[in-house]
């Protein structure tokens, strides 16, 4: 699927989405530390880790031809977190699949933000990447997350546990959203 479009630049009214930076490494990593942002994760990430992750979405970017962006306030410039499609690299029923998937700073939330810049990404992904369906997925209690999915025109279609986290955790139990192209589609022509 790798294609000229690779780290492609999107823009919103308020936000940009372009490739990862250098300096984007450290308030990634201060934001992976935060466990307010991290409570649906299994824990908060090291420095290195947060690295680490950059240089997977680089690589993901080269690899497919879209990724996780990072996510910069037009007006401030300033670093906000993480937005974009994904392959996941796990295996259950329903992959090998594109997931849409989000991570901002504490002080981002509740503004729409995570909304605007999804449908930016799902909007590249069907016109751009010619994706048939787009998944996501969180745990049950991540409400705001799942109206992020709904606001963008997903609908809930099953739960399943995750397989990278132990059955016995909390957190193994997963919500799964889908939309096609068809349904986004319907609803712009609304």
Same mark, same amino acid.
């Given at each position: 699927?790798? $294609?000229?479009?690779?780290? #492609? ?8 989405? /372009? ?17 307010? =942002?991290?409570?649906? &994760?299994?824990? !908060? +990430? @090291? ?10 979405? #680089? ?6 031809? &879209?990724?996780?962006?990072? =996510? ?23 992959? !090998? ?6 991570? +901002? ?13 999804? #449908? ?9 990447? $010619? ?5 996501? &997925?969180?745990? !049950?209690? $991540?409400?705001?997350?799942?109206? =992020? ?5 997903? @609908?809930?279609?099953? $739960? ?14 997963? =919500?799964?959203? /889908? ?8 609803? #712009?022509?609304?």
């Amino acid at each position: 699927m790798r $294609n000229t479009l690779e780290k #492609q630049t999107l823009e919103t009214s308020r936000l940009i989405l /372009r490739p990862w930076r250098e300096t984007d490494v450290a308030p990634f990593a201060e934001m992976n530390a935060d466990r307010k =942002v991290m409570q649906y &994760f299994p824990a !908060p +990430l @090291s420095y290195e880790e947060s690295a680490s992750l950059v240089e997977r979405c #680089q690589k993901h970017f080269d690899e497919y031809g &879209f990724g996780l962006w990072a =996510v910069e306030l037009k007006e401030t410039t300033e670093f906000a977190g993480f937005i974009g499609l994904a392959v996941p690299q796990f295996t259950a029923y329903f992959t !090998p699949c594109v997931e849409i998937g989000w991570r +901002l700073a504490a002080p981002y939330w509740n503004q729409g933000y995570a909304t605007e810049g999804a #449908q930016a990404a799902l909007d590249f992904g069907f016109d751009q990447c $010619n994706l048939k369906e787009v998944l996501s &997925f969180t745990v !049950p209690a $991540n409400v705001a997350s799942r109206r =992020v999915m709904e606001k963008i025109g997903m @609908s809930y279609i099953d $739960n399943f546990d995750h397989p990278a986290i132990p059955g016995d955790d909390p957190l193994c139990r997963h =919500v799964l959203y /889908r939309i096609t192209k068809q349904e986004r589609d319907a609803l #712009q022509a609304v």
